[in-house]
């Protein structure tokens, strides 16, 4: 609250000799009121606003089968290999033979995904995603978020094998990515 300090006792002002000036009058103000409103609200703010939730992608566990050896199986109609190369460059090819690399980007590769999406019976589509030495964390990221946007179910995070990127290397080579 606010006072205010006259500072003497006395009745009227005097003038002339021999008679002491009035002192100024000082206001004060008391901020403690203040301040314990000001930390009200910021306790009001924190407990009434939302702490951000993180979002998580659904992640599809395979099935469980008797014999391990028959947990990965792959039918070659249904394989679709993507490699990631770099400077955001895509390779990708269909089926168990990598002899057979088409090369293309992030905006073309969504365009294949679904192409071989609608053309593959569900049951047997698999998505082999390879991301190579040269792939940045975005793009592994970038191709993740492409599995999610096209709805595939089947897809696994496999390491580049060294004949495959032997030919990733002749295919950047070619089209001049150094």
Do not use: C, W
Not at 56 to 65: H, S
Not at 105 to 111: L, M, P, Y
Not at 153 to 165: F, G, L, N, Q, T
């Amino acid at each position: 609250m606010a006072s205010l300090d006259t500072g003497d006792s006395g009745g009227g002002h005097k003038k002339g000799p021999g008679v002491k000036k009035a002192k100024k009058l000082s206001t004060t103000v008391d901020m403690t009121p203040m301040v314990d409103l000001g930390f009200l609200l910021i306790t009001f703010f924190i407990f009434t606003t939302t702490v951000a939730s993180p979002t998580a992608m659904k992640f599809y566990l395979p099935k469980d089968v008797d014999k391990p050896e028959e947990q990965n199986k792959v039918k070659e109609s249904g394989a679709f290999t993507i490699m990631l190369g770099k400077a955001d460059q895509v390779y990708y090819y269909e089926g168990l033979d990598p002899t057979q690399v088409k090369a293309t980007n992030f905006k073309g590769i969504r365009d294949e995904i679904l192409r071989k999406k609608k053309s593959t019976n569900p049951e047997d589509l698999v998505m082999i995603i390879k991301p190579s030495d040269d792939a940045t964390y975005k793009n592994t990221v970038d191709m993740l978020d492409e599995m999610a946007i096209a709805e595939i179910k089947r897809y696994a995070m496999v390491d580049i094998s060294p004949v495959e990127y032997e030919i990733l290397k002749v295919t950047e080579a070619a089209n001049g990515i150094k």
